[in-house]
């Protein structure tokens, strides 16, 4: 089967019939490290990589000049010569060029859980964003390494709750019956954040006990950065939207009266996937996908869609 990079290759010179969103995606792996913190093409348009983005650094010409095949030779050597003090983790979201490299695959937390079984492991690459090397190194060991292979890769949704804006939305607050809940698509700061507080940090499997865990606790949810789990699992719960109010950062009180802040339950951020905005209803329902397929037929297999299958 032909990879995506492949793919978009054939489609941009007319071999292969199609379109993509974005005629950049044809250009090759290198060509994005040159400019400013962008999130790359495909990316929605609104959705600014922060100033404070780490860049990546320019990989010699040796490197950039290599044939797919060259690096295919130099990585199968650099993993033999590592051998037990290395383990690779790539994310679903990875193509297969780098996914036919991993260790182990499966989403982020699952991912850095995984890392744990390989104690003999000096170095943990993590092919994915910041937030998921950064719980890894979370989980890791002091004298183990947690790389990530571009340091400018990084997630709009995790970016769009930053320390700075939470704060002052927690200060804005001023309640003593506020539970901050953060979703571990989040930074690392963040985590933190919330366990300073009495707060908690949710997947999007346990999004309702850990909601529930936090109504023991208090009146109120400041649920973040991805509003749609918060709101979803807030309305699964039998809150009515009235009681879930989004919280915009650029506003005062989050663009709130400050009586429907008192009358929330839920305080939703105003942070989102801007790449699953792109898709279109017509796309998903033209998937061959078979999870995917179960949820549009209304059959989903829960326990598959856990398991990352």
């Known amino acids: 089967m032909s990879s995506v990079d492949t793919l978009i290759q054939q ?68 993993k033999r010569a590592l051998g037990g003090r290395l383990v690779i983790l790539g994310h679903h979201y990875q193509r297969d060029e780098i996914i036919r490299w991993a260790d182990f695959t499966g989403d982020s937390f699952k991912l850095a859980q995984l890392s744990q079984t390989r104690p003999e492991a000096d170095y943990i690459v993590f092919c994915g964003v910041h937030f998921m090397a950064e719980t890894a190194d979370i989980l890791s060991r002091p004298d183990q390494r947690v790389i990530l292979p571009n340091l400018a890769a990084g997630c709009s949704m995790a970016d769009m709750a930053d320390l700075d804006s939470v704060l002052e939305c927690w200060d804005q607050l001023d309640a003593d019956d506020v539970v901050p809940v953060t979703y571990m698509n989040s930074a690392a700061d963040l ?81 989102w996937c801007s790449v699953h905005q792109r898709f279109t209803v017509d796309q998903i329902q033209h998937t061959h996908d078979p999870v995917v397929r179960q949820f549009i037929e209304g059959k989903p297999d829960l326990e598959a869609v856990e398991a990352g299958v």
């Open 11 to 78: 489609v941009t010179i007319g071999q292969r019939s199609g379109t993509t969103c974005n005629d950049d995606l044809a250009s090759g792996p290198w060509s994005f490290d040159e400019g400013p913190p962008a999130y790359g093409p495909g990316a929605s348009q609104v959705d600014i990589a922060p100033a404070s983005t780490p860049r990546q650094g320019v990989l010699p010409d040796e490197y950039r000049r290599l044939s797919p095949d060259d690096l295919i030779d130099r990585i199968a050597a650099a």
């Open 191 to 271: 985590k933190a954040f919330c366990g300073e507080r009495g707060g908690i940090v949710c997947t999007s499997s346990n999004a309702e006990r850990v909601m529930a865990w936090a109504f023991e606790r208090g009146r109120r949810v400041l649920f973040f950065p991805d509003q749609h789990l918060g709101r979803n699992t807030g309305k699964a719960m039998g809150i009515p939207l009235t009681q879930m109010p989004l919280w915009d950062p650029r506003r005062p009180l989050g663009g709130n009266t400050a009586e429907a802040l008192a009358d929330a339950r839920v305080i939703l951020w105003r942070g």
